[in-house]
Every structure is written in C-alpha cells, then in structure tokens.
C-alpha cells in the first residue's frame, strides 16, 4: 500500500484525470466563475468519491502482498515440518520392518515347535506300542513265565544263557519304560514351549501392524507437508506476480496524474484569488440566519442531495453544504459550543467536530489548519479554522454539515430554508 500522503496524492490525481479524460484541464475562470457553479459543485463531489475507485485499484495489490508476506512467513516452518516429517516415516519404516521380521521369526519358531512336537509325538507312541507288547507279552506267560523259561534249561550252560536272555529282556522292558515316561515328559514341555512361542509370533504380529500403521501414517504427514510447500510456493509466484504487475501500472498512473494535479492546482489557486477578489468588490452577499455563516462573504458551490458516483455509476450522498473560500480564509464557529473532535485524514482531510446544545453539533471540513483543541469552549463566529485543501478535493473550499441527534440535516435550513433531514442519507 502507499503511504498516507502518497496514496492521498493520487486520490486527487486520479479524481483529476477521471473527471477530464477528454477535454483537458478547464481553465481557472470557468472552473470557479459564478454562472459555473453547478459544474464546480460536481467536481467537488465527485473527487471527494475518487479515492473509493482507488482504494479498490489498490485492494488487489493489498491482497497480493499479504499473501505474500503470510507465505514468505509460513514457508520455513512448513519445510521444516516436512524435514521431520520425512525422518519421522523412515524411522517409522525402519521398525515397521524390524517389526515384521520379528514377526516372521516367531512364526518360524511355531513352525518348528509344531515339526518337534510331531516328532515327539511319534516316538511317544513307538515306546507306547513296545510297552503293550510287553504288557501283552506278560499277560499271555502269566507271572512265573520268566522263572518257568529258567527252569526249563538242560544242563548249567543253557540256564546261564536263559538267565541272560532273560535279564536282557527285563532290562528292555526297563528302557523302554523310562523312554515312555521321558517322552511323555517332553512333549509336555514342547507344548508349553509352543504356546509360549505362539504368544510371541502373535505379539510382534500385533507389533509390526502397529509399526506399519505409524509408517504409513508418518508418509501421509510428510505428503502433506510435500503439498502445503508446493501451495506456498505458488501463492508466493502467483502474489509476486500480480505485485509486479500492479506496481508497474499504479506507478505509471501516479506518476501521470502527479503531473495533472500539479497543474490543476496552480489554476485552482489562481482562479480562487481571482474569485476571492471577485466576492471582496461585490460586499458581504453572506446566508443569514439562526445560525453564523461559516465564511464571510461564501457562496454555495454545492447543497445536499444525492450523488452519481463518477466511477462505478451508483448513487451517493452529499450530507453537507460546500462553501466557498481561498486558501487561507477564516472559518467561524456557526454557534456557541464545545469542539468534540479534530480529526485528520480521510475524505474530509482536517476537520473540526463542534457540540452545540439540544443535541446539535456542526462539522467543518477541508482545512488548511485549526486554531482550537478538542474540549475548548467556543463561541459563535470565533474562528476556528482556515479553508484549505486536505482530503479528497481539487480546489479549496469548505464542506459544512449540521446534525441533530447523530442525523445530518440541510444547513440552509438554518439559514431560511427548510429544516429537514438530507434525504438520501
């Protein structure tokens, strides 16, 4: 944006060239002689609406360069918001992996428990089956069959030979006994064993589902943070491109209007002295009324009413009566009261807010200076102020306004006209 009084400067350029894009700048007699006033009440009304066609050529520029600096201001945290990110899902990857290999290793484990509980249970049911044979063998001899297989020997040889087939085989029935029981026993410690292993095949499934989560989860947060620097950074060309392109434009038009405000100023400050005079040799030709006329010897360029606005075409309202002045001329307190305000800036530039009694107050705009402060006690056709320039107008003069309860009202009125409110307001 321009500064204040730069962007103030070309409200009024532009005001210049909007209103004379043809015919040139009219000359200084014609812009304030008397027979012209309607023409100069237009100009003043309608530079004071200028500034709002340049607020809006300025706007698109404004957004551009907010976005700009909002983009240039977010764009480092979002890359380093991505750094992290990044190195949050490769670390993320990294245990998803360990997690899952975990995982396989444990369900190798099972595999294998089940493989040595299947072997197990094979052997346990080979001792088994030797057990019964025995069993079976015992029951069909009877109880003395191995005393009677001794008995039953010939001769000293053949009973030490029975004899030790006989221990051979009790020493078998022995083995495989104790097989049968060391076999039981393992293959209850193996199914504890495979439940055990079982457990942990399905925690670090549940572990690696969780890391696989979190990693994906992490990529999401990385694409995210890949697509909101990739939006910067297009809002940032997209803001520096129509920066550029305004700049130029608004710099090409201000420079043009620059010029054509300067001169269209030198020919108001003329045609004003010229004026001045003009109203000095004719008397004081002053309203009278009710009120004190705010300049001596003042016509009116312009009454209240509504407005085309030069621009866009829509209507607007003129709340206050325009009074003519010179640069420089004094400004009377219209009655008795307290100065409420002193403002500066704006479409009415310098000007002075008066509180009177039973609600009224009375406002005066465009001046050169002011000569009281806020809280001061004035009283009427004490002077207040000096006609000037400031705010939006090519010429000097002073824009009067009266309200009553917040609500302006015609200040001819006070002067034998009708006392009604501006009805466009």
């Known amino acids: ?27 200084a007699q014609a812009a304030f002689d008397p027979g012209n ?50 190195r949050s899902a490769t670390s993320a990857l990294v245990e998803a992996e360990r997690a899952a290999n975990a995982a396989r290793m444990a369900n190798i484990a099972v595999i294998t428990s089940q493989v040595q509980q299947q072997r197990v249970s094979t052997e346990l049911q080979a001792v088994s089956d030797q057990i019964d044979d025995v069993v079976r063998l015992v029951y069909q001899q009877g109880p003395l069959g191995e005393i009677e297989v001794i008995l039953d020997a010939k001769d000293p040889g053949d009973f030490a030979l029975r004899l030790a087939s006989v221990d051979a085989i009790s020493k078998s029935q022995a083995t495989a006994q104790s097989n049968l029981f060391k076999a039981r026993a393992d293959l209850v410690m193996k199914g504890v064993q495979h439940e055990a292993l079982k457990a942990t095949a399905e925690k670090a499934k549940l572990a690696a589902e969780t890391q696989l989560a979190n990693a994906r989860q992490a990529q999401a947060q990385a694409g995210a943070a890949q697509l909101r620097i990739v939006q910067l950074v297009a809002e940032r060309k997209a803001s520096l491109v129509i920066a550029k392109k305004n700049k130029a434009v608004i710099a090409k038009r201000f420079q043009r209007l620059k010029a054509k405000q300067a001169l269209m100023a030198k020919q108001a400050a003329a045609a004003a002295r010229r004026e001045a005079a003009r109203l000095a040799a004719q008397g004081d030709n002053s309203p009278t009324g009710e009120l ?56 009415y530039g310098l000007a002075t807010l008066i509180a009177h009694a039973d609600g009224m107050t009375t406002f005066y705009a465009h001046q050169l200076s002011v000569s009281v402060s806020e809280g001061q006690r004035v009283d009427a056709g004490e002077v207040i102020g000096a006609v000037g320039t400031s705010g939006w107008v090519t ?30 307001q």
């Open 292 to 347: 004190r006329w705010p300049i001596d010897g003042g016509g009116v360029s312009a009454d209240v009413g509504p407005r085309v606005h030069p621009v866009y075409g829509y209507d607007s309202c003129h709340t206050g009566t325009d009074i003519r002045g010179a640069t420089g001329t004094p400004i009377h307190a219209a009655a008795a009261g307290t100065v409420a305000m002193i403002s500066d800036g704006g479409p």
């Open 1 to 27: 944006m321009l500064p204040r009084r730069r962007r103030a400067v070309l409200v009024a350029a532009l005001a210049v060239s909007m209103l004379l894009p043809a015919t040139g700048v009219p000359s």
């Open 395 to 424: 010429g000097p003069h002073l824009h009067f306004e009266v309200r009553l309860g917040g609500t302006a009202y015609d200040p001819m009125g006070w002067f034998g006209g009708s006392k009604s409110p501006v009805s466009c």
């Open 37 to 86: 006033r309607v023409n100069a009440a237009d100009i003043d009304g309608q530079v004071e609406q200028a500034g709002e066609a340049v607020d809006a050529a300025n706007a698109k520029v404004s957004r551009a360069l907010k976005t700009l600096v909002l983009a240039r201001g977010q764009l480092p945290a979002a890359r380093r918001a991505k750094v992290v990110a990044e």
